[in-house]
């Protein structure tokens, strides 16, 4: 029996609003697999990141550059120091760049939690437990050093590339003044070996964590009330991702991977979305809060952390031979 006219136009439009959806959100999700993949080819770094990077690249010579000549008359070595370094390529390793990038991440979360009450890593201080009141003390001197400081950029540097910049900069010196200068060789020894990781605000966030009981849960999970360092220790521990790597992530050109974090960590869509409102802002595009409206409730949590075990694994082998 053949069907009227008009009902078959009436379900060939409603095939093909369906089809225009789907092909919204497939072309949507690729954009965002896409920018992960190839980010620089997707969203090209902007003019303040650019910037961003450049000065605190500059800061970090020149803060390590001033401790190993300490007060010596001589004016600082900076501009032909970051000459010979940058023409050595030395600064655009990958390591040093993805350093100094999930620093200009960590920065503009801090911009956009400002305005949060972060109470815990001060509640932190009365703890019974010795290690966590300790952590907390730690924790809260180290974030006002980062964020106050002015010479200590190096401060936050992993152990291995503070090792790696320091004598690449005593290096660049002794190319300067044509000699070795014994001097700056046991300043550099100096400061290396006095270097205590510990003290960094991300160590001391992990040892928090590692120490609190369970009845500090939703505080951990809420970066509102825990502080974007004690936040992000939390994440790192339950789903295995490097501190850096975390920061990175929360403030890429995508959304999807704080969304697969979110749902890794087993949060309901309400709570995930307060959060991904809170530290993307504005880069929290229509489009995307859509697609984490429609498919964050479908992820289920061990696919989203088998899919998040494998970024950890690109990175290590991205840092270790890639080239930026």
């Not at 993949?37 to 003019?47: L, S």
């Not at 650019?50 to 001033?66: C, F, K, P, Q, R």
């Not at 709570?271 to 984490?292: K, N, P, V, Y």
Request: aromatic share 6%; hydrophobic share 45%.
């Amino acid at each position: 029996m053949e069907q009227p006219v008009d009902q078959l136009s009436g379900q060939n439009e409603n095939l093909l609003s369906i089809a225009a959806t789907h092909a919204r959100d497939i072309d949507a999700l690729c954009t965002d697999v896409a920018s992960i993949i190839f980010p620089t080819a997707i969203h090209p770094p902007t003019d303040a990141i650019t910037t961003a990077v450049s000065t605190l690249m500059v800061g970090l010579v020149s803060d390590i550059e001033n401790q190993l000549l300490g007060n010596s008359d001589k004016s600082s070595f900076l501009p032909a120091t970051w000459k010979l370094l940058a023409d050595s390529g030395f600064l655009r390793e990958a390591d040093l760049v993805d350093f100094v990038l999930a620093r200009v991440s960590e920065d503009r979360l801090d911009r956009r939690l400002r305005s949060a009450n972060a109470t815990l890593p001060a509640d932190l201080l009365d703890h019974a437990d010795g290690n966590v009141a300790e952590a907390a003390q730690l924790l809260l001197a180290a974030d006002s050093l980062h964020r106050h400081s002015r010479g200590g950029s190096y401060l936050t540097l992993p152990p291995e590339l503070l090792h790696k910049l320091c004598w690449r900069i005593v290096a660049a010196i002794e190319v300067l003044e044509s000699r070795r200068s014994s001097a700056i060789i046991a300043a550099a020894r100096q400061l290396i070996d006095g270097y205590d990781e510990s003290q960094t605000a991300a160590s001391a966030a992990r040892k928090i964590v590692h120490f609190l009981g369970t009845e500090y849960l939703a505080e951990l999970l809420d970066p509102e009330k825990s502080g974007l360092h004690l936040f992000v220790a939390k994440i790192s521990a339950d789903v295995n991702l490097d501190h850096d790597h975390i920061l990175r992530l929360m403030d890429c050109s995508s959304s999807t991977p704080l969304a697969l974090i979110l749902a890794a960590l087993g949060l309901p869509k309400e709570m995930a979305s307060a959060r991904l409102l809170l530290l993307r802002g504005q880069m929290l595009t229509s489009r995307e809060a859509a697609i984490f409206d429609k498919y964050y409730d479908s992820i289920e949590r061990p696919i989203a952390i088998a899919e998040i075990s494998s970024w950890s694994a690109s990175r290590a082998r991205y840092l270790a031979f890639g080239n930026i």
